[in-house]
Nanobody
Framework: VQLVESGGGSANTGGSLTLSCTIT????????MAWFRQSPGKSREGVAG???????HYADSVKGRFTISRDNAKNALYLQMDSLTPEDTAVYYC??????????WGQGTQVTVS
């Protein structure tokens, strides 16, 4: 099972970026899918998560600015990030969970806001 993120890069304050994550090598769909991030010198933190029902849950720091979504047919996960601030600068990780798989992680994609 592999998770591959894409869509990171640089943005100006107030700008937008969209992250994508594709899961391969899995039969069926994960129970949960989520985005985490880690800034230099800080612990990894949860940004947003979504279950199979599609309901998103967000960290207070991104609520109202970020939107998580998933496409179960494609085993894909997305994160639309709007109104970006320098505090959003981090490496963003895609993650997925299921009972037989545990938690699986992508390699991360850098987001830099200036």
């Amino acid at each position: 099972v592999q998770l591959v993120e894409s869509g990171g890069g640089s943005a100006n304050t107030g700008g937008s970026l969209t992250l994508s994550c594709t899961i391969t090598g899995i039969i069926g769909t994960p129970w949960c899918m989520a985005w985490f991030r880690q800034s230099p010198g800080k612990s990894r933190e949860g940004v947003a998560g979504v279950g199979r029902d599609g309901d998103g849950h967000y960290a207070d720091s991104v609520k109202g600015r970020f939107t998580i979504s998933r496409d179960n047919a494609k085993n894909a996960l997305y994160l639309q990030m709007d109104s970006l601030t320098p505090e959003d600068t981090a490496v963003y990780y895609c993650a997925a969970c299921r009972g037989d798989l545990g938690w699986r992680w992508g390699q991360g994609t850098q987001v830099t806001v200036s």
